[in-house]
């Protein structure tokens, strides 16, 4: 049986998330996806502390994302993240992020990623043992 690496991860939006409405500026969900984003990247064996190492890195060479109802200051924020599928040079993880208080969804993202080879910034295959690992999840 094959398992999905998934993450949750939680929020609360600050001030400095904020515009002067009070309301999630969109850059700051982009922050709040980044952190769980991380932490889905450890769950699949790209620790930091071994990026910081290897100088391999899983760097963002996609984002999209739909806004579908604003955050507001104070809120808690549930963000869950997947793997969504897997190819040859990159991959793609899913988030959806929700407020807690009622569980209205707030925005859904995808983002591509490649591993890269650093300083020379150089595209890596994905690492073999993911054609087993996720194989329900590899695109042709």
């Known amino acids: 049986m094959h398992l999905t690496p998934t ?4 929020e ?5 998330d904020t515009d002067c409405g009070g309301v999630v500026h969109n850059i700051a969900y982009l922050r709040m996806i980044e952190t769980a984003r991380t ?4 769950l ?9 190492q290897t100088h391999l890195f899983p760097v963002v060479v996609r984002t ?4 579908k109802k604003p955050g507001k200051l104070g809120d ?7 793997l969504e599928s897997v190819e040859r040079v990159r ?13 209205a969804l707030l925005i859904t993202c995808r983002q591509s990623l490649a591993l890269v080879q ?5 595209p890596v295959r994905l690492p073999d043992d993911w054609k087993v690992k996720y194989e329900h999840l590899m695109k042709a």
């Open 7 to 10: 993450i949750e991860t939680r």
């Open 12 to 16: 609360e939006v600050m001030f400095f």
């Open 39 to 42: 932490r889905l990247a450890a």
């Open 44 to 52: 699949m064996g790209m620790k930091l502390r071994e990026m910081a």
């Open 64 to 67: 999209e994302i739909d806004y």
């Open 76 to 82: 808690e924020l549930v963000i869950h993240g997947r």
């Open 91 to 103: 991959f793609w993880c899913a988030f959806e992020m929700r407020r807690a208080e009622d569980n």
């Open 118 to 122: 650093m300083p020379e910034g150089r």
